[in-house]
């Protein structure tokens, strides 16, 4: 028996309005709120929200001085198409040069690591 069950997956950022339309033109789902915290309701999936952050100092990949903490794997039935959109709304590549793996790694508007996955 579990104790809880996932809510939220919450994300750092200086602009969560923004941010939750980026991921919102990746995975779909609706925008809702204004200000300091807004979520993107994700459908068959969990509520992904973006809290604003002063100062948000984002990861960089890979460091050990500033980890990730934790990513997205986002999965994808074309990696050249999806990355080809990803990058096209503001993702920077971190690590996609190797084109014989089933995952590829960037970055999001404020920073934070996320991979698009082959199913």
């Not at 923004?18 to 999936?45: C, K, R």
């Not at 920077?92 to 991979?115: I, Q």
């Amino acid at each position: 028996m579990s104790v809880a069950k996932v809510g939220a997956v919450v994300l750092d950022c200086p602009d969560p309005r923004a941010l939750a339309g980026f991921y919102a033109a990746i995975v779909g789902g609706t925008v809702e709120g204004e200000g300091d915290w807004v979520d993107l309701s994700v459908p068959g999936g969990p509520v992904l929200a973006f809290q604003a952050a002063p100062g948000h100092v984002p990861p960089r990949w890979p460091a050990a001085d500033r980890s990730q903490q934790f990513h997205l794997d986002l999965t994808v039935e074309d990696l050249d198409a999806a990355e080809e959109k990803v990058l096209a709304l503001g993702a920077k590549p971190l690590e996609t040069e190797d084109r014989s793996r089933t995952f590829r790694v960037y970055a999001d508007p404020a920073g934070h690591p996320f991979c698009l996955c082959a199913c």
